[in-house]
């Protein structure tokens, strides 16, 4: 087989699984299992196949046209260079590793088969937006995944969590999609084509009329679809669907399509250096902002989604210092150790039988219970903390080295101001990036109380998939060397400045969290029972001798003390306001949705109270006129006669009226 076929069977089989499995699922669910896992097994096989067939070297093309226009023609066109034959083993990977999760943590959910469907269509479209060479292609599979997350968001919808949280997410990324689509035919309108490799050769040429605004409104689908500052609010409500769909969402799909989108189409927005400095500073609020939520989450999902929001930061500030390598690079090194850190977050959450870290600090030997997801999750944090030599630390320095090149001057067409921001803003963030990973495992691993709860060893599905998934989130940097020739950059190794800075500020936040943690265990702290039962004496004087006393009243709440959450000591009064996410959603309520709501009510107003009453009143005077003629029809002749010379009368009475008057 052609290279370009075994790339067109790709998107193919996970989608003819997806439809097998819908159809099947009732009538022979048997069959459900295979469906989704191995249509998804062979699809990351053939993608392996097509990127070992690439090489890194020249992009393969290949295209039919699909319909005449009679303006702007659509083809079914691949094009697949290293970015997507690297991405597109990503999916793959993280998609089965997700499928096979699923077989045991959704296992007696009697909906599994069309969540298993829904799975291998949204793996289906994000493999057609990979390997895609024409925008009208891409955009059906950025539409099929928009629609995929609706339903997988709300798979569990009894709770009004999960439909509230599908139908924003759904409601948020179409917000994007409007002036994406908009932007779409303005790029194709300047280009003559909706072709990728048509575009770049425009854009080279400098045939673009007005790239500023292409550039900003596609930037909106993409903050929209990538979770970046202001369109980002729908990402941590996510995580009320399952736990293998914030893997899926997170690490490989959805999510990471506005980047690689970026990143295909670096050259549109590298034109317009406005919009190189607008995607800078999204980059830069987007990594603070989401870095300081995650400090003081206390749903261990959540703090996960802001992590994943800040990581999209990164990418995105790799390309607004126009190095596409670094970003894609990210993407893919992230892609892995996220991947691992939902679904050992998902084992975590089984054992303790709850998302809290406040709940789980109070368990003692956690981790004991879940040895794998401990260990595999230890790689995974010190991986996003990007702490050497995990995966982690060469992507994430990657994006620093392009900064500090940008800042210097030394990146053509990248305003220096762009790359400033970008290296300061991602410095911050790597300090707050080690600080809330370190937080999250001293949280979750090293809580002490009552011992945690036994649920027995986790399934062989569930585990196995979390050491795959470690290989390359503690080996993927060694290749380094080679990546280069498959994401066309010579900035992925990471510089003495960089790795000394960065790798500096992850070591600061992570001993500075953990100092907070030794002391605020080692503090005695006051229970609310000890209070009261000394209410003469001041709270924080009331020293932990004094508190044994009150061992059998209040057990361990009076024995111990309090394990303050070291996010709250550092964040300070901030911490309610980052808890909250910034209150982001509440201003957009103001803003936005109870505007809407008003217009929504006025309408509904006018057309009750005003269209409503005109259209009665219409139909009043024959309804009227029609009720009088049913009651004339009484069945009588000696009736229907007098009426008859009646109105003889009257008429021949008129006759002599108008001729008098006339005479």
Known sequence: MTTTTLAVLVPVLPFLGAAAGLFLGRTAPGFVRPLAILPTVAALVL??????????????????????TGSVPIDLALRIDGFAALVAVLVGVVATCVQLYSTAYLRHDPRYPSYAALVSLFTAAMFLVVYSGD???????????????????????????ARAASLKAFLVTKLGDVPFLIGLFALA?????FRISTVLHTVAAGGLDHPTVIALLLLAGVAGKSAQFPLHTWLPDAMAG????????????????????????????????????????????????SALAALAQDDIKRVLAYSTIGQLGYMTGALAVADPGAAVFHLISHGAFKALLFLAAGVVIHAAGTNSLAAMSGMRNLRSRIPDAYWTMTVALLALAA?????????????????EHAAHGDTAGVPTGAGWTVL???LLTALLTAAYAARLWLLAFRGRGEEAPDHGRQPLAMTSVLRVLAVPSLAFGLAVGVLPDWLGGDSLTPTLTTSVLGTGAALIGGLLVYGTWRHTISTPRVPLGAVVAHPEADGSLVEEEALAGHERAYGYLAAHPDPADPGRVLLGPLHRHAANGFHLDAVYRVLFVRPVVAAARLVRFLDGAVID???????????????????????NTQTYLSALFAGTVVLAVAAVLVATVGA
Request: aromatic share 8%; charged share 10%; glycine share 12%.
């Open 47 to 68: 993608a392996v196949f097509v990127a070992v067939r690439q090489g890194g070297g020249a992009t393969i093309e290949a295209a039919t046209q699909l319909t005449p």
């Open 135 to 161: 925008l009208m292609v891409l955009l059906v599979g950025w539409e099929v995944m928009g629609i995929c997350s609706y339903f997988l968001v709300g798979h569990y919808w009894e709770t009004p969590e």
């Open 189 to 193: 309108a300047d280009a003559g084509s």
């Open 242 to 289: 399952p736990t293998p769909v914030s893997a899926l969402i997170h690490a490989a799909t959805m999510v990471a399509a506005g980047v690689y989108f970026v990143a295909r189409l670096l050259p549109v927005f590298a034109a317009s250096a406005a919009a190189l400095v607008v995607l800078a500073v999204m980059a830069a609020v987007t990594m603070l902002g």
């Open 387 to 403: 702490i050497p030599p995990f995966s982690g630390f060469f992507s994430k320095e990657a994006v620093l080295v392009g900064a």
């Open 424 to 426: 300061v803003a991602g």
């Open 613 to 635: 009453t005109y259209v009665r009143g219409a139909g009043a005077l024959p309804r009227l006129l029609g009720t009088a003629a049913r009651r004339a029809q009484t069945g």
